[in-house]
């Protein structure tokens, strides 16, 4: 349903002069959970996700992005003055086994999205992945290369790419590679699971990529809206690539957090991608250049190294918090 010309004026005149309000979907997802906190102290956050996130600690509005009229309702009520797209279907083996449940989530929300945001004249920040690109360059990914997706999440991902890039007034298309984070599932938290049970952990050696942390994520988010606005309010779709800097294999990566947390006991070994036989292929080489973002944002992305180290901190102090919540309900239960 198209917006009439009283409330576009409506929504303009309520705008104008307000605190600037960002709405996030998928905001209780991995990345969704760190830019809410992130941004909670510039900006007035309306969270929105298709289930509840007690985690977050703060009320967030229940909906399916592929439920228009529901979602229109939810924009003219907060009048949002930016909408962050963290929301999609990222298991990339589930994605490979379902594709038209991959369709819908990545490129018919999305474009639910960007019909709203047009009427309304928000602009979009939209989360892509690394996996648009086929991986066979030899060096890193530049913004502007073309896609060649080789699994169905890729291809999802490059439609919806495809979406904003060719329908949406004002947005910034950011880019991000082998996301991790305390919440939700990630590698850094599947090999400290597996690590558990078992003292010989089998890790892919042929793939490349920048891991990148959540709150780097939302820092780099937090400066593009409070500092670098032109990135994302002038007119016109512009693509940026958000990562940690320097780049390893997923068998390093686990060998490096293993050693960061003293596990000389666990080792690593490393096998082919055709060994580990998961349904979705993924690129050899995904590394994305971050130069172009680098400059517009005036900032160097600190290296992947070192975002791990402070991820392995935050996430041990979170299980501690969790821990001893869980302690003081269980105490505070009648028996």
């Given at each position: 349903?198209?917006?009439?010309?009283?409330?576009r004026q409506v929504y303009g005149e309520m705008m104008a002069g307000a605190r600037q309000k960002v709405l996030i979907t998928g905001v209780g997802g991995m990345l969704?959970?760190?830019?809410?906190?992130?941004?909670?102290?510039?900006?007035?956050?309306?969270?929105?996700?298709?289930?509840?996130?007690?985690?977050l600690g703060r009320p967030i509005e229940i909906c399916d992005l592929l439920q228009e009229r529901k979602l229109r309702d939810v924009m003219?009520?907060?009048?949002?003055?930016?909408?962050?797209?963290?929301?999609?279907?990222?298991?990339?083996?589930?994605?490979?086994?379902?594709?038209?449940?991959?369709?819908?989530?990545?490129?018919?929300?999305?474009?639910?999205?960007?019909?709203?945001?047009?009427?309304?004249?928000?602009?979009?920040?939209?989360?892509?992945?690394?996996?648009?690109?086929?991986?066979?360059?030899?060096?890193?990914?530049?913004?502007?290369?073309?896609?060649?997706?080789?699994?169905?999440?890729?291809?999802?991902?490059?439609?919806?790419?495809?979406?904003?890039?060719?329908?949406?007034?004002?947005?910034?298309?950011?880019?991000?590679?082998?996301?991790?984070?305390?919440?939700?599932?990630?590698?850094?938290?599947?090999?400290?699971?597996?690590?558990?049970?078992?003292?010989?952990?089998?890790?892919?050696?042929?793939?490349?990529?920048?891991?990148?942390?959540?709150?780097?994520?939302?820092?780099?988010?937090?400066?593009?809206?409070?500092?670098?606005?032109?990135?994302?309010?002038?007119?016109?779709?512009?693509?940026?690539?958000?990562?940690?800097?320097?780049?390893?294999?997923?068998?390093?990566?686990?060998?490096?957090?293993?050693?960061?947390?003293?596990?000389?006991?666990?080792?690593?070994?490393?096998?082919?991608?055709?060994?580990?036989?998961?349904?979705?292929?993924?690129?050899?080489?995904?590394?994305?250049?971050?130069?172009?973002?680098?400059?517009?944002?005036?900032?160097?992305?600190?290296?992947?190294?070192?975002?791990?180290?402070?991820?392995?901190?935050?996430?041990?102090?979170?299980?501690?918090?969790?821990?001893?919540?869980?302690?003081?309900?269980?105490?505070?239960?009648?028996?």
């Open positions: 349903m198209v917006a009439s010309l009283e409330e969704g959970t760190d830019l809410a906190e992130i941004l909670k102290n510039d900006f007035e956050i309306i969270g929105l996700d298709k289930k509840p996130a007690p985690h003219l009520a907060h009048q949002p003055s930016v909408l962050i797209h963290c929301a999609a279907l990222t298991d990339v083996d589930y994605c490979e086994e379902h594709p038209e449940e991959a369709e819908a989530q990545n490129v018919g929300a999305t474009r639910n999205l960007v019909v709203l945001a047009n009427e309304l004249d928000i602009p979009i920040i939209f989360f892509s992945t690394d996996y648009v690109f086929g991986g066979t360059r030899e060096g890193e990914y530049l913004e502007d290369d073309t896609g060649k997706p080789l699994s169905v999440y890729g291809r999802t991902k490059w439609e919806a790419e495809e979406v904003i890039r060719s329908t949406a007034k004002r947005a910034a298309l950011c880019r991000i590679s082998w996301l991790y984070g305390v919440y939700g599932r990630s590698f850094p938290r599947a090999i400290l699971g597996q690590t558990e049970s078992v003292k010989n952990i089998r890790v892919v050696s042929d793939q490349t990529g920048r891991p990148t942390y959540t709150k780097d994520v939302a820092g780099a988010i937090l400066r593009m809206l409070s500092k670098k606005k032109e990135m994302v309010f002038d007119s016109g779709v512009r693509i940026y690539h958000i990562s940690n800097s320097g780049q390893v294999t997923w068998a390093g990566f686990a060998r490096f957090i293993l050693e960061k947390l003293g596990r000389s006991d666990v080792t690593v070994e490393e096998i082919s991608s055709r060994e580990l036989n998961r349904p979705a292929p993924r690129p050899y080489n995904s590394v994305l250049s971050l130069k172009k973002t680098e400059s517009a944002l005036g900032i160097q992305f600190r290296p992947w190294e070192d975002a791990v180290a402070d991820f392995l901190v935050e996430l041990a102090d979170t299980k501690k918090k969790e821990a001893a919540k869980a302690q003081e309900k269980a105490e505070g239960d009648p028996q």
